[in-house]
């Protein structure tokens, strides 16, 4: 039993410190945060896997892809990850106005 939860909280820290790099530095429109210091960033979001959201089952990734219109690409270690065909900012957007559960930028981000 102790091995078991030792298990599922070492995944969740790797899963959170993963999503922290690649969603920690940008805000909703996919701007690098620290634009003001001088660095030059662009940014994009990954084609075809658009869209994240943390959630704790498939049942609720599915039900969360058909109450948003979009589709499921990829459920793992509680992350959903969806494809639109909608601008995803369009789609964040809209969830956010409607209440429904928060949607993030599958994205990368390229400093030079």
Do not use: W
Request: negative net charge.
């Amino acid at each position: 039993m102790k091995r078991t939860i030792a298990k599922l909280l070492t995944g969740f820290m790797i899963m959170t410190a993963a999503f922290s790099l690649l969603m920690g530095c940008q805000n909703a429109a996919g701007i690098s945060a620290d634009k003001g210091t001088g660095a030059q960033s662009e940014s994009s979001y990954v084609e075809g896997k658009e869209l994240l959201c943390i959630v704790n089952t498939r049942e609720e990734a599915e039900a969360i892809a058909k109450q948003y219109g979009i589709t499921l690409v990829e459920f793992s270690y509680g992350v959903a990850t969806f494809h639109t065909d909608d601008n995803p900012n369009d789609v964040i957007a809209m969830g956010i106005k409607l209440g429904y559960p928060e949607l993030s930028l599958n994205g990368t981000v390229h400093a030079y």
